[in-house]
């Protein structure tokens, strides 16, 4: 059974900085696309950011560009989401998500896997 777990969420004042962690079991990590994706209230689920099975490949949300940087550790079977700069505009629940073999992608149909979301709420 594939699991992912995310942790890390919280609340930070803007400008300030926060870094997500996803663990993940039952998983052959190693040769997975992961993700990340976020939701606010009433708004729709959407991308953030993902990465290819050896890291040689990151995209970004244009609206996290520059601030944002995914990474992932092959052997604690763990992607990462450091968060700086943080704007009042991020908080929303933040998602992993996982596929078995698929280039990396923003759309949230392509991924198998989802975790169960962590908080980040960025007060002003």
């Known amino acids: 059974q594939v699991q992912l777990v995310e942790s890390g969420g919280g609340s930070v004042q803007a400008g300030g900085s926060l870094r997500l962690s996803c663990a993940t079991s039952?998983?052959?990590?190693?040769?997975?696309?992961m993700g990340w994706f976020r939701q606010a209230p009433g708004k729709d689920r959407e991308f953030v950011a993902t990465i290819s099975w050896s890291a040689s490949t990151t995209d970004y949300a244009d609206s996290v560009k520059g601030r944002f940087t995914i990474s992932r550790d092959n052997v604690k079977n763990t992607v990462y989401l450091q968060m700086n700069s943080l704007k009042p505009e991020d908080t929303a629940v933040y998602y992993c998500?996982?596929?078995?073999?698929?280039?990396?992608?923003?759309?949230?149909?392509?991924?198998?896997?989802w975790g169960q979301g962590t908080q980040v709420t960025v007060s002003s």
């Open positions: 998500t996982a596929v078995g073999t698929s280039l990396p992608s923003r759309t949230p149909e392509t991924y198998y896997y």
């Open positions: 039952g998983l052959t990590f190693s040769s997975a696309t």
